[in-house]
C-alpha cells in the first residue's frame, strides 16, 4: 500500500499512513486501557499522536493500544512514524520507565527479543517492554478519524490478554505507580540541580566582591 505523509509540529519527524494490517504488535494489550483509549479517541475524532514502528518489519514499538482501538473501529490506515530499530543504536529498551535516564539499563531488553515476538506473533504480556527513543515520542499530529477510512470493526480480543477486573486495575496501579517513580527520580535532580545552581552563584558573587 502506497503511503502518504502527513504533517507534524516537528518537521524533522516524517509521519506516513499505512494499512493497519501492515503493522504487528510484539505484546499484548490490556482490555482495560483498551477501552478507556478507545473512549477518549471517539470523543476527540482524532488520534493525538502516531505510532511508532520499526521500518523493515513493521513491528510496533509504542503505541500498540492506539493501533488496536483504530483496528476494533475497522479503521483501514494509521499513521506511523517508522524508525530503523538496529542502526538506531539510541533506541532502548528497558522494563521500567525510569530507565531511560540510565547510561546502562540493567537486564536491557535486546531489541531482536521484541521483533521476533512481533514477527512470529508470540506476543508478550502487557508492559513487558519499555522503548526509549532519542526524541519525543509525543509528536502531535490530530489525525482526524475521518481520513483514515473507516470500513467494518473487527475484533481485537486476539492481541489481548486473558485479565479479570481485579488483574486490570491492578495493572493500572502499577502503570500509574511507574510514572510516580519517574516523576520522584526527576524532582530529586531538579532539587540537585537548583542547590547546584544556587552553590555556583554564590562562589561568583564573592569573586565579585573580592574584585
Not at 502516531?50 to 476494533?72: C, F, N, Q
Amino acid at each position: 500500500m502506497a503511503s502518504t505523509v502527513l504533517k507534524t509540529e516537528n518537521a524533522g519527524f516524517r509521519v506516513v499512513l499505512l494499512g493497519v494490517d501492515q503493522l504487528k504488535p510484539h505484546e499484548k494489550g490490556s482490555p482495560l486501557y483498551l477501552e478507556l483509549l478507545r473512549k477518549e479517541i471517539i470523543k476527540d475524532g482524532m488520534l493525538k499522536y502516531p505510532i511508532i514502528a520499526d521500518e523493515t518489519s513493521y513491528v510496533i514499538l509504542d503505541g500498540m493500544h492506539r493501533w488496536l482501538v483504530l483496528k476494533s473501529l475497522g479503521y483501514e490506515l494509521v499513521p506511523v512514524i517508522l524508525v530503523n530499530v538496529f542502526q538506531n543504536q539510541k533506541i532502548r529498551i528497558g522494563k521500567r520507565r525510569v530507565q531511560r535516564y540510565a547510561s546502562v539499563i540493567d537486564k536491557e531488553i535486546p531489541v531482536r527479543q521484541v521483533i521476533s515476538a512481533g514477527v512470529t506473533g508470540q506476543l508478550m504480556e502487557p508492559r513487558t517492554t519499555r522503548h526509549f527513543f532519542p526524541f519525543s515520542k509525543f509528536q502531535e499530529i490530530n489525525c482526524p478519524l475521518h481520513s483514515l477510512r473507516r470500513n467494518v470493526p473487527e475484533d481485537v480480543s486476539r492481541y489481548l490478554s486473558k485479565m479479570s477486573d481485579e488483574e486490570c486495575s491492578l495493572a493500572m496501579e502499577q502503570w500509574l505507580e511507574e510514572m510516580c517513580e519517574e516523576l520522584e527520580f526527576l524532582s530529586k535532580r531538579i532539587a540537585e540541580v537548583e542547590k547546584e545552581k544556587r552553590e555556583f552563584l554564590d562562589r561568583v558573587k564573592s569573586l565579585a566582591v573580592g574584585l
